[in-house]
Every structure is written in C-alpha cells, then in structure tokens.
C-alpha cells in the first residue's frame, strides 16, 4: 500500500487503484524514442502525487513558530521583572511594598506562561502533523533506511524520555532520505544547533523549575522569620534567572525551527523533482545500451564492458536526465503548486 495521489489515502494496492476513492494512478510516460524504464526496486509502481510538497501547512507553521518566539520574549519580559522584584525583598525586606511588587511581578510570569503555553499546544500539534507528513515524503525517497516506523514521526515528540533523542534520529533520516545529492550530502550544521539549543533550554527550564519549588516549600514551611529566609529568596532570585535565560535559548531554537522547515521543504522539493532512481543491470552484464535498450555488440559482459550505472541503495540516485519540473514524477512539487 502506498498513498493516493488524489485522495491521499494510503490505500493504492499493487494493481494501482485506489482502495479509498477508486481512482488509477498513473505513471509518468517516457520521452520519445526511449525504452521504458526498469522497474524502481524499493518502490514499484511509484504513484504520481505520492509527495505531499504542499506549502500552506510548512507556511501556517512557520507563522505559529513566530508567534511563539514572541510569546517567550514576553515571557523573559516578565521573568526580568520578577527577578528585579525578588531583588527588591532581598535589599529592602518584606516590609513596605517589596512583597506586593514581587507578588505582582508573579501574576505576570503566570499571564506569560499561560500565554506561551496555548501557542505551545497549538504550535506542538501542527509540528506533529507536518513532521509526519515530511516522513512520509522520506520514505517515499528511500524506503527501508529509516530507522522507526512512521508512527513514531508525530508519537515520539509526545512520548516522555524518549523524546530527547527519538526525533532527533527521525529528522536526520529524514535528512539523508531528502538530500538529492545522497545521504552524506545532508546539511547538519542547522539541524545540530537547533537540536542543541532544544536541548539546552529543555534542560535549564528543568532546573530552574526544581530550585524554584524547593525554595518556594521551604518559605512557606519557615516563613520570612526564619534565618535562612535570605537563602531561600536568593534561590527564588536564581530560579528566575535561570528560567528566563531558558526562554531566550528556547527562543532562539524557535528561530532556528523556522530555518529548519523552510530548509527541509527545499530539500524534499528538490529530491521530488530528480524522480525515482532507476535500477540499472548488474553490474558487468552488460555494455553499453543502444538507442532502443538494444546492448552495443561486441561488449557484452565481462570486466571489460566497463563500469555501470546499477542502484544505488537506499533510494538515492541521480538520474542522467531529470524530468522536467512540469512532469515531476512525485506531483504536488513546486510545478504543482
């Protein structure tokens, strides 16, 4: 089963209908005077349509992505202003209006991440959609080098622990599947720092999350009359600190997540438009081809008929002529817009 071209169902059988609507797909026609191609060898009967390089979701992401940085600057915002009122305690005590500066300081911070965290579902959910969908494309590019199933493309950035080191496998797959010049030509530097940054703030809003409630418990067991009551403001100070140093980092990945997906949907629009990678004869069964398909006499097999051209693994390919964008064998690429 591989996806419709007209209905998007991943309902196509091998005699090429469509479970889902009914409808053939077509493969595209050789040019004139060629021999038909031989049969793709990973992904037979290839379906025009089967890429899905539509824009409007990569552009709704990439308007969501923004709207979120904006979210977490807000957020710094307000974590600047929190510490500069925790500040104040320290300095002046909790008499006069120090208290209600930093109570009120508190009720920006929550406005902040109640706000982020809405752009945050949102953006999380549409994430999930396009990077499945940019999977898909994947495997249709290289079938059988992935190293998870397509389930796991949307699962993995919800599932706990594992998603600090499944999607980044997923998304260097889906890399290697989409580079059009093969799997070691994948670009990594963008790719590694966002992960990197991600990563990073992940991590430091992690900690700064447990030193604020570990000072917040031992306030309230202890109040402002305790001796250590200095000890456990300053700690309230660094949490503050530390979380929105972590905006700023998770900022910035969000910037770079835009670069990514615009990066990504050049690649996977590029690799549509080279077509499925033919597989040639073995290697040294034959000569060189005539203008029919017909072997040039005289240089038949044997080390002597020189190298050929045979499949390369995993999908990957360059093929001697690449279609033209208006017969892009996979559809939908930026022909087909």
């Known amino acids: 089963m591989y996806p419709c071209g007209r209905c998007r169902a991943a309902a196509v059988g091998p005699d090429g209908r469509c479970a889902a609507c009914g409808a053939y797909q077509q493969q595209p026609a050789p040019p004139m005077g060629m021999p038909p191609a031989p049969p793709y ?33 807000c957020l710094f915002w307000a974590r600047t202003e929190q510490r500069s009122a925790i500040q104040a305690v320290i300095d002046d005590g909790v008499g006069g ?10 009720g920006y911070v929550a406005a902040a991440q109640l ?18 969908r940019a999977r898909l494309n994947a495997e249709l590019f290289a079938p059988g ?5 397509t389930g796991w493309a949307a699962g993995a950035w919800f599932t706990p622990v594992v998603n600090l080191w499944f999607p980044k496998q997923i998304v260097n797959d889906i890399y290697r599947a989409s580079a059009p010049a093969g799997p070691q030509s994948a670009p990594k530097g963008l790719l590694n720092t966002w992960w990197s940054l991600w990563i990073g703030s992940f991590a430091l809003n992690a900690v700064s999350f447990v030193m604020a409630a570990a000072a917040g418990a031992r306030l309230r067991s202890r109040g402002y009359d305790g001796s250590s009551w200095h000890d456990d403001v300053d700690a309230l100070k660094s949490a503050a600190n530390l979380a929105g140093f972590s905006a700023l980092l998770t900022a910035a990945a969000g910037v770079l997540a835009i670069f990514v997906v615009r990066q990504l949907a050049r690649l996977q629009e590029q690799r549509a438009l080279m077509g499925p990678a033919p597989m040639g004869p073995p290697m040294g069964a034959m000569g060189p081809m005539g203008p029919m398909g017909v072997p040039v006499p005289g240089q038949m097999g044997g080390p002597a008929a020189g190298p050929m051209a045979g499949p390369v693994a995993g999908g990957w390919g360059n093929p ?14 930026p022909a087909g817009y």
């Open 145 to 149: 080098t992935h190293r998870m199933g």
């Open 97 to 106: 209006s120090a208290v209600n500066d930093a109570e009120d300081a508190d």
């Open 41 to 73: 060898p990973y992904a037979a009967a290839m379906p025009v349509g089967a890429a899905d390089l539509r824009r409007g979701l990569r552009i709704a992401l990439s308007v969501l992505l923004s709207v979120s940085v904006v979210a977490l600057l």
């Open 320 to 333: 001697p002529h690449p279609p033209h964008p208006s017969q892009n064998p996979y559809g939908n690429g």
């Open 115 to 132: 706000f982020y965290f809405l752009m945050l579902a949102v953006t999380s959910a549409l994430w999930a959609v396009w990077f499945r």
